[in-house]
């Protein structure tokens, strides 16, 4: 609970400054969220083991580790993203705008899963901060 308590108090410090891009922070949030939770994503091998490389696209899925996939083709279930977003996730880095999409679908897709019922405040305090 401890851990927890720093990773919020960091989040609010951050967002307090007018300076600082909002939605990467709430993604670092939602991240070690997890983490502390004990659900940390591995972002960085796929299913067979290899390294995620940047210009590749992958499909993750809850509880799966990612795995390569043709972009033409869609899932039926899962996020679909390029390996540059999920190492960015992983580092805590976005670079691009696809970086931060990406990895807002990514958290969105771990968060409903494991938190089930409970939400998350972070759209409320984003809107709240974002409007300030």
């Known amino acids: 609970m401890r851990l927890f308590c720093f990773i919020y108090r960091e989040l609010l410090e951050a967002l307090s400054n007018k300076e600082t891009e909002l939605e990467p922070e709430l993604r670092r949030f939602e991240y070690q969220l997890l983490k502390t939770m004990g659900y940390e994503l591995v972002l960085d091998q796929d299913v067979k083991g290899k390294a995620i490389e940047t210009h590749?696209?992958?499909?993750?899925?809850?509880?799966?580790?990612?795995?390569?996939?043709?972009?033409?083709?869609?899932p039926t279930m899962g996020v679909v993203c390029q390996g540059a977003s999920l190492l960015a996730l992983k580092n805590n880095r976005f670079d691009?705008?696809?970086?931060?999409?990406?990895?807002?679908?990514?958290?969105?897709?771990?968060?409903?899963?494991?938190?089930?019922?409970?939400?998350?405040?972070?759209?409320?305090l984003f809107k709240q901060f974002k409007g300030a």
Do not use: F, G
């Not at 691009?96 to 409320?124: C, F, G, H, P, V």
């Open 56 to 74: 590749l696209y992958y499909w993750l899925r809850v509880e799966h580790l990612p795995e390569c996939w043709p972009v033409n083709r869609k």
């Open 96 to 124: 691009t705008e696809l970086e931060k999409s990406d990895a807002k679908k990514i958290m969105r897709m771990y968060l409903q899963y494991y938190l089930r019922d409970r939400t998350l405040k972070s759209r409320e």
